[in-house]
């Protein structure tokens, strides 16, 4: 690629970030934390709130933002200059992920550092985003090279959110993660505990499967704010296994309801809420 190439590639992606009001990344320490599922009934919940959301998907070895929007099997399409759109996986929800670039869903990525970042920034600059109230960018576990490059990309983050299970040594990795915010200048938004617990659905009893406090202390030492607990449910598994959106089709289950006051309260953290309010939630359909 020569200087011209790159000049033109770093005004479509300035052209593309001023389209975005607000820019939210997800991580977490660990894999397997339900990190993924997270940013999905995230980027829903703004959507039921009257918001504009893109969800830019940068786990290359492991995307699973198809599957839970169910977007799986689509490809981009082409606008009428001839650049990439995101799919729009349903009313005012607008995803790119690698997972709709490759033929076989099976087939693994190979890549060194070098190509993951040349494939995050044409997410960035080839892609011909809409215009958005929110980007939530889904990122794979850990503090690598997909996380660094985002936010280095973007130069600019509105905040992290942290995602961990209840259990120590979960938190022992998203500890790292804060740091990791803090050092690059992210602000951190807070943290979400999924799995907070299990309540049998025949004696009502409450099970702390993967223990508890772990997130109340992290957020005590580091004075972050915890967002909420998302509990384990059933629901939440088929939902995302079916690419249905869990905080619209169980709304009235615990978990949706949490999920949509964490979204509230990342509105209010952002000062968005004059513009976007819940008043209105409910009122769109998925």
Same mark, same amino acid.
């Given at each position: 690629? /020569?200087n011209?190439?790159?000049?033109? /590639?770093?005004?479509?992606?300035?052209?593309?970030?001023?389209?975005? *009001?607000?820019?939210?990344?997800?991580?977490?320490?660990?894999?397997?934390?339900?990190?993924s599922?997270?940013?999905?009934?995230? !980027?829903?919940?703004?959507?039921?709130?009257?918001?504009?959301?893109?969800?830019?998907?940068?786990?290359?070895?492991?995307?699973?933002?198809?599957?839970?929007?169910?977007?799986?099997?689509?490809?981009?399409?082409?606008?009428? %200059?001839?650049?990439? *759109?995101?799919?729009?996986?349903?009313?005012?929800?607008?995803?790119?992920?690698?997972?709709?670039?490759?033929? %076989?869903?099976d087939?693994?990525?190979?890549?060194?550092?070098?190509?993951?970042?040349n494939?995050?920034?044409?997410?960035?600059?080839?892609?011909?985003?809409?215009?958005?109230?929110?980007?939530?960018i889904?990122?794979?576990?850990?503090?690598?090279?997909?996380?660094?490059?985002?936010?280095?990309?973007?130069?600019?983050?509105?905040?992290?959110?942290?995602?961990?299970?209840?259990?120590?040594?979960?938190?022992?990795?998203?500890?790292?993660?804060?740091?990791?915010?803090?050092?690059?200048?992210?602000?951190?938004?807070?943290?979400?505990?999924?799995?907070?617990?299990?309540?049998?659905? *025949?004696?009502?009893?409450?099970?702390?499967?993967?223990?508890?406090?772990?997130?109340?202390?992290?957020?005590?030492?580091? %004075?972050?704010?915890?967002?909420?607990?998302?509990?384990?449910?059933?629901?939440?598994?088929?939902?995302?296994?079916?690419?249905? !959106?869990?905080?619209?089709?169980? %709304?009235?289950?615990?978990?949706?309801?949490?999920?949509?006051?964490?979204?509230?309260?990342?509105? /209010?953290?952002?000062?968005?809420r004059?513009?976007?309010?819940?008043?209105?939630?409910?009122q769109?359909?998925?």
């Amino acid at each position: 690629m /020569n200087n011209n190439d790159k000049e033109f /590639n770093e005004l479509l992606k300035e052209e593309n970030l001023r389209k975005i *009001k607000y820019k939210i990344v997800v991580m977490s320490g660990k894999g397997g934390v339900g990190k993924s599922t997270v940013s999905t009934n995230l !980027a829903y919940s703004f959507v039921l709130s009257g918001a504009k959301v893109g969800i830019l998907d940068v786990d290359i070895h492991g995307p699973s933002i198809a599957k839970l929007t169910g977007i799986e099997g689509k490809e981009l399409t082409f606008g009428v %200059n001839q650049r990439p *759109k995101p799919i729009e996986a349903t009313k005012n929800l607008f995803v790119v992920t690698i997972a709709s670039m490759i033929e %076989n869903s099976d087939d693994p990525i190979i890549w060194r550092g070098p190509m993951k970042m040349n494939a995050i920034k044409q997410f960035l600059s080839d892609i011909e985003w809409p215009k958005l109230d929110y980007l939530i960018i889904d990122c794979p576990p850990g503090t690598g090279d997909e996380p660094l490059s985002v936010i280095q990309l973007l130069k600019k983050v509105d905040g992290s959110i942290i995602v961990s299970t209840p259990q120590d040594i979960a938190f022992l990795d998203a500890r790292k993660t804060i740091n990791f915010s803090r050092q690059l200048n992210v602000p951190i938004l807070g943290i979400i505990e999924n799995m907070a617990g299990f309540v049998c659905p *025949k004696c009502g009893e409450k099970i702390n499967i993967f223990k508890s406090g772990g997130a109340e202390k992290a957020c005590k030492d580091f %004075n972050v704010k915890l967002l909420g607990q998302i509990p384990i449910d059933t629901d939440i598994v088929d939902s995302g296994d079916n690419g249905k !959106a869990y905080v619209y089709y169980y %709304n009235q289950k615990e978990g949706a309801i949490i999920y949509n006051k964490i979204s509230e309260q990342i509105m /209010n953290s952002l000062g968005d809420r004059n513009e976007i309010t819940n008043n209105s939630r409910g009122q769109y359909k998925i």
